[in-house]
């Protein structure tokens, strides 16, 4: 099917296809289209039929209850979890705005998992659903216990907080992009595991953008509450006629920076009198509607297919493409993500070269290949040897692996590029590491740190200038965080959430090598499979580790003297200045990166919150912004902290050379 093949559909094979395309999505959780030609498929059903039924049935209670997973325990949504209308262009959402008062507010739309958190009669967590039909959603309560940073108690009984369950970008890019379709299908389906330790692995987030049991009067305040009682929460910004627009491009100027998946903007009445007053219909509500952004599509002609050797040793497959125009580059790559969805995109047969393939581009470098519009001649077949050094391939579930060779150079590559980039070792590109690696200056991840510039001065397009940035750039990472150390190392899912587990209960690299898979499975969130991969990876490793820990500085977070460990905070004070605080940052810092402050608040025992929130200890801005404040100028941040202070709030807004002498004390 094409992008325009509905347009020559029967009336029942467009309402058919829309009922298929909407059960994917919503109960199988595995689209075969892109949320754009989805939503051009609807629109074109909604002009030809516009009082269709199945218009109304477009979302999750469109799906049919008797397609929820039939292993998981069901619970009732009250009100219904309902979907969101969709725009495409202003005019659309000028004339929503105009159906209400006051203003709006407005925040990305996460492309994440829908899921109902609730709170019993103490305030305390005790069960968690999915969306699933809207009605009846399947619970999920041991899962989501392990997402990261999800409150456990709050001062408000009987709670139920709604939201958007997602995985960052920056861990689906790092673990799992080589593999899988999407963070949202990975984070549908790590919220359904059968093991629920085995979540913590995926370092799944939880934005909240609703309530029910709160005593609020608009929509802003219900934000600020969930901020103060620890929910992570959407950026958000009230807006009035003249700025719908604006709003919505400053989202899509960001968006290929933000640390989520998103495909839109949602707005919403502020007023929540108004939003009662405009209702709702049964497939979702008038006061807020989603302005979608137009998905970057294409189509092409899949003519190659590469394989090339992740770090973790898996054989991946990459499609070469004619060249075709995803916003505003030409690609000639695409993504084929794993051996099943392969097979699957190609019907009976498997995928085919020469097949007309539909593209899209989520924000990533190399586009997704969503579908086959017509099937090719040429049957892709895997490979029967590792392209880097011949050793005889084999499949584990859904990924192509092999016994690869000590000696097997696109294997060590990749895991010295993981390195590189993990470390933040800047300007070793692939070419540079190429040419490192094959004049055998580079094979080890230590010898980044014996580099010379005479030996890089010795490679082609290197001059004295470069090399000597290249070296100063390797030195200055040789102190390094022990958890970024243990991430660099490229062990299979010996990521960010293990790496922070292991530096918090053992105090050195060598107590790390000497745990036992037992012993570290016993630890909250890390289970058997985890634990094993992880200390199977360590063994392996031990040589090139114990190399490692001899030519770098590693900083482990500081251990509280024995006079601390009790709960009294002067004592606790007493060690750090910024235990138990909360921190925020805005503005441009001198001596480190804002990544870097927030790690180290946190190594001390303090937090680093994602907005400013009612009970946040300190507000730190550059010293150059800082001068300008005194002067009278405010960011949004300022503003709210001060707001918070006016009622009565305690934040100290503080500069850089403050906040230093905090770390030292």
């Known amino acids: 099917m094409t992008l325009n093949d509905w347009e020559t559909m029967t009336l029942q094979q467009l309402e058919e296809a829309v009922q298929y395309h909407n059960r994917k999505y919503w109960v199988d959780d595995s689209p075969e289209i892109s949320d754009p030609e989805f939503d051009k498929m609807v629109e074109a059903l909604r002009e030809r039929a516009p009082d269709s039924a199945v218009l109304d049935a477009i979302g999750p209670a469109g799906a049919g209850i008797e397609e929820l997973d039939p292993s998981l325990e069901k619970c009732p949504h009250d009100p219904p979890m309902l979907s969101l209308d969709k725009c495409y262009d ?21 492309d994440g998992v829908a899921a109902s958190i609730r709170y019993d009669s103490k305030g305390r967590f005790c069960l968690a659903a999915t969306r699933g039909n809207g009605v009846l959603g399947e619970v999920i309560t041991e899962n989501v216990r392990h997402i990261v940073g999800l409150p456990t108690q709050v001062d408000v009984p009987n709670l139920e907080v709604r939201g958007e369950a997602y995985m960052p970008i920056s861990v689906f890019d790092e673990h799992f992009k080589e593999a899988y379709l999407s963070p949202r299908n990975l984070t549908a389906g790590a919220l359904k595991l059968k093991d629920p330790t085995r979540v913590a692995g995926y ?44 709003a919505f491009d400053r989202v899509a100027a960001k ?49 190659e297919v590469h394989w090339s050797v992740s770090r973790t040793g898996a054989i991946n497959p990459v499609g070469i493409v004619d060249p075709v125009k995803l916003t505003g580059a030409i690609v000639t790559r ?39 519009l017509e099937a090719g001649d040429v049957p892709v077949e895997l490979p029967t040897e590792c392209p880097g050094c011949g050793a005889q391939t084999y499949r584990q579930n859904d990924v192509l692996f092999a016994h690869h060779k000590d000696d097997c150079r696109s294997a060590r590559l990749k895991q010295i590029e993981h390195f590189a980039v993990v470390m933040e070792i800047k300007g070793f590109g692939p070419k540079v590491l190429e040419a490192l690696y094959d004049d055998g200056i580079v094979t080890e991840p230590a010898d980044f740190f014996a580099l010379t510039v005479e030996a890089l001065c010795s490679l082609d397009r290197v ?74 990876g360590l063994a392996i490793n031990r040589l090139v580790i114990e190399d490692l820990v001899n030519t770098v500085n590693l900083v482990f977070p500081p251990t509280r003297p024995a006079d601390a460990d009790g709960d009294d905070e002067e004592s606790v004070n007493s060690f750090s200045a ?44 550059g010293d150059a912004d800082m001068e300008k404040f005194n002067q009278g100028w405010r960011s949004s941040k300022l503003k709210k902290a001060e707001q918070f202070n006016a009622q009565g709030g305690d934040i100290k807004i503080i500069g850089e050379s403050e906040f230093l002498s905090l770390l030292k004390n």
Not at 334 to 363: C, D, K, P, T
């Open 334 to 372: 695409v993504s084929l993500h794993n051996l099943s969805i392969m097979e699957n995109l190609g019907g009976e047969g498997g995928l085919r070269l020469n097949s007309r393939v539909l593209m899209m581009r989520r924000g990533g470098v190399i586009p997704n290949l969503e579908k086959v």
């Open 578 to 621: 910024l235990s138990k605080k909360s921190v925020l940052f805005t503005g441009t810092l001198e001596a480190m990166k804002r990544s870097d402050a927030m790690a180290q608040v946190e190594a001390l025992g303090g937090t680093s919150p994602s907005s400013v929130v009612r009970d946040l200890d300190y507000l730190v801005i």
């Open 255 to 303: 968006r290929s920076s933000l640390a989520y998946e998103t495909d839109g903007v949602v707005y919403k009445a502020d007023s929540i009198a108004e939003q009662v007053r405009l209702g709702h219909t049964a497939h979702h509500p008038r006061y807020a509607i989603a302005y979608k952004f137009q998905g970057d599509v294409g189509d092409s002609v899949l003519r």
């Open 463 to 536: 001059g004295l200038k470069l090399a000597e940035k290249l070296v100063a750039r390797a030195q200055e990472r040789r102190t390094i965080r022990a958890d970024i150390f243990l991430r660099a190392l490229g062990i299979d899912e010996l990521g960010k959430h293990v790496s922070k587990i292991l530096i918090s209960h053992f105090d050195s690299i060598e107590a790390i090598l000497n745990v036992t898979p037992e012993e570290l499975a016993a630890i909250h969130t890390i289970g058997e499979v985890i634990a094993r991969k992880v200390t199977d």
């Open 203 to 246: 370092d799944i987030h939880f934005f909240a953008y609703d309530a029910i049991g709160l005593d609020v009067s608009t929509e802003s305040e219900k934000l600020e509450r969930l901020a103060a009682m620890g929910f992570e929460t959407a950026p958000a910004e009230l807006i009035e006629h003249d700025d719908l627009q604006e």
């Open 90 to 110: 202003e005019a659309t959402l000028v004339r929503w705005f105009e159906k209400f008062e006051g203003a709006a507010i407005t925040t990305p739309k996460i």
